[in-house]
Nanobody
Framework: QVQLVESGGGLVQAGGSLRLSCEAS????????MAWYRQAPGEQREFVARITSGDSTIYAASVKDRFTVSRDSAKNTLYLQMWNLKPEDTAVYYCNLRRFGVNFWGKGTLVTVSS
């Protein structure tokens, strides 16, 4: 089993920055990728950014050049550095880990961006 715990969310003004963290524990071997998704109120969950086991990264167009995904393998932690935040970035941000084709999810951390 895999456990994912997100942290770092909060309230920030537009133009500000935040760094989210996701600590993974449990059966965290043979990881294919880790990713961030988000879900705004009344909306479907959407992809934000992914980092593969080979450290390749991919971003949603809406966050490219403003967000950076990274990981610290020694700490089993995934990060999402967010700059120039916009009100439309307001959402619950979820950590995702994919292993043997199975997705695991954290419970999310709320990011609120005020205008």
């Amino acid at each position: 089993q895999v456990q994912l715990v997100e942290s770092g969310g909060g309230l920030v003004q537009a133009g500000g920055s935040l760094r989210l963290s996701c600590e993974a524990s449990g059966s965290i071997f043979n990881i294919e990728s880790m990713a961030w998704y988000r879900q705004a109120p009344g909306e479907q969950r959407e992809f934000v950014a992914r980092i593969t086991s080979g450290d390749s990264t991919i971003y949603a167009a809406s966050v490219k050049d403003r967000f950076t995904v990274s990981r610290d393998s020694a700490k089993n932690t995934l990060y999402l550095q967010m700059w120039n935040l916009k009100p439309e970035d307001t959402a619950v941000y979820y950590c995702n880990l994919r292993r043997f084709g199975v997705n695991f999810w954290g419970k999310g951390t709320l990011v609120t961006v005020s205008s």
